[in-house]
């Protein structure tokens, strides 16, 4: 039985006209200046609303080469729904305004055999946007491709079970037809998300921000799981999609293939001046195998 999940955050989060927005993520990946490559097993994008985030996200999926892959796993950080575990889809279909990409049920019913994974609600699944926000732009890179979404709901899960998850996840790694879209926004900065560090040392608080970003982003690169804990417990930046983040980053370590992570693109939605102001950073990046 076919069971869709909406679109439910096209006409508020972006545009759910399709020709429209078809215009507006092809600019955003032309203006990246990328290439597709092959040797790009992943990627790490942001999930915020397009007119925030879309530009920046655009440095992530113009990396990917459809020709190569028929399979795309997407982790995102669970923002509503409150579970000690990663969850999995109920629905058959995601629908996007640029057409419908289908899960892929036997990788889906595989997984869930491991009895590591609950399922999750299809109104839980509609609510979360963190891997919807990845979904038009997988529509439109792999449009006239053939491939299957294998969404990943990651909970609030504690470090021995993010290390779990990425041995239990890696073997998924060393096929090179499977695809990795990690989904996650960095620093939320102000009083309304209760974090305010700021060292003046580093200037302005926004500069301040950047190089906190540029820290967690650096230690990342680096592919250490532990390292970008102890980064998270000394700083306690809100980086939404750290769980995620840390699932693949045991993923790699875990997989026989060498992949490396590499960020190719950083803004912030504004400028913090003052105590008064707010922000979220954005950040994409892309795993690419080492020859």
Not at 75 to 99: E, F, M, N, Q, V
Not at 141 to 165: C, D, Q, R, T, W
Not at 170 to 197: I, L, P
Not at 250 to 267: A, P, V
């Amino acid at each position: 039985m076919e069971r869709v999940r909406r679109d439910a955050h096209a006409g508020s989060w972006y545009t759910g006209n399709a020709s429209k927005l078809d215009e507006e993520l092809d600019g955003w990946l032309k203006a990246t200046g990328l290439t597709k490559s092959s040797n790009v097993r992943g990627i790490i994008a942001p999930h915020a609303g397009y007119s925030y985030s879309g530009r920046c996200a655009a440095f992530a999926f113009a990396n990917i080469d459809p020709a190569s892959i028929s399979r795309v796993f997407l982790l995102g950080p669970s923002h509503h729904y409150y579970t000690p575990k990663c969850a999995l889809t109920r629905a058959t279909i995601y629908r996007t305004p640029l057409g419908d990409l289908p899960v892929d049920l036997e990788v889906n019913d595989e997984l869930q055999a491991t009895g590591k994974f609950e399922l999750m609600d299809l109104r839980v699944d509609e609510a979360e946007h963190s891997m919807e926000m990845h979904l038009p732009y997988l529509a439109k890179v792999f449009n006239g491709y053939p491939v299957k979404v294998v969404p990943i709901l990651v909970g609030a899960i504690n470090a021995e079970n993010e290390s779990m998850y990425g041995r239990l996840l890696a073997k998924y790694v060393d096929d090179r037809k499977n695809f990795f879209s990690v989904s996650s926004d960095f620093c939320h900065w102000g009083s309304r998300f209760n974090y305010t560090h700021y060292d003046a040392k580093h200037g302005t608080i926004y500069e301040s921000i950047e190089v906190l970003d540029h820290m967690g982003m650096d230690i990342i690169e680096t592919g250490d799981a532990n390292a970008f804990k102890g980064y998270l417990q000394q700083y306690g930046n809100t980086i939404c999609g750290r769980r995620p983040i840390t699932v693949f980053l045991h993923m790699l370590k875990n997989c026989s293939t060498k992949i490396k992570i590499d960020f190719l693109q950083y803004e912030q939605s504004s400028q913090c001046k003052s105590k008064r102001d707010y922000s979220v950073s954005y950040a994409s990046a892309a795993a690419k195998m080492e020859s």
